[in-house]
C-alpha cells in the first residue's frame, strides 16, 4: 500500500523557520494529489497547501499565502511545505494526504495519510 510519513516538526521561536517533509512509499509522487493538513488543539482541520498530480498546481490557505511553500523533489519521492515566518497561530498538528483525484480540494477526502508531524511555535 501506499506510505506517507510526514516529519520535520519541532519547537520554533515566531519569525522562525521549518521544513516539512512527506515521503511517500509504494508509489510515485506524480501519481497523486498530494494535500498538507493541520490541525489545532481545540480548532478544526484545515487544509494547508496541496499540489496537484493533474498539472502540478499549487494552492495555499490565505492564513499561510506568502510564508509557506509547497514543493517536491522526484528523486527522493518526498513532498516539502517550507513554511517561514511562522507564527505562535501556525501551531499545531501537520498531516501529509494523498488522493487518485488529479486535482486539488479542501473538503474531498483523501485516501492515503501519513501520520502527522507536531509544529510548535513560540510568542
Known amino acids: 500500500d501506499v506510505q506517507l510519513q510526514a516529519s520535520g516538526g519541532g519547537l520554533v521561536q515566531a519569525g522562525g523557520s521549518l521544513r516539512l517533509s512527506c515521503a511517500v512509499s509504494g508509489a510515485s509522487i506524480d501519481d497523486y494529489t498530494i494535500i498538507w493538513f493541520r490541525q489545532a488543539p481545540g480548532k478544526e482541520r484545515e487544509g494547508v497547501s496541496c499540489i496537484s498530480s493533474s498539472d502540478g498546481k499549487i494552492y495555499y490557505a490565505d492564513s499561510v499565502k506568502g510564508r509557506f511553500t509547497i514543493s517536491s523533489e522526484h528523486a527522493k519521492n518526498t513532498v516539502y511545505l517550507h513554511m517561514n515566518g511562522l507564527k505562535p497561530e501556525d501551531t499545531a498538528d501537520y498531516y501529509c494526504?494523498?488522493?487518485?483525484?488529479?486535482?486539488?480540494?479542501?473538503?474531498?477526502?483523501?485516501?492515503?495519510w501519513g501520520q502527522g508531524t507536531l509544529v510548535t511555535v513560540s510568542s
Open positions: 494526504a494523498a488522493g487518485w483525484y488529479a486535482i486539488c480540494s479542501w473538503s474531498r477526502a483523501y485516501e492515503y
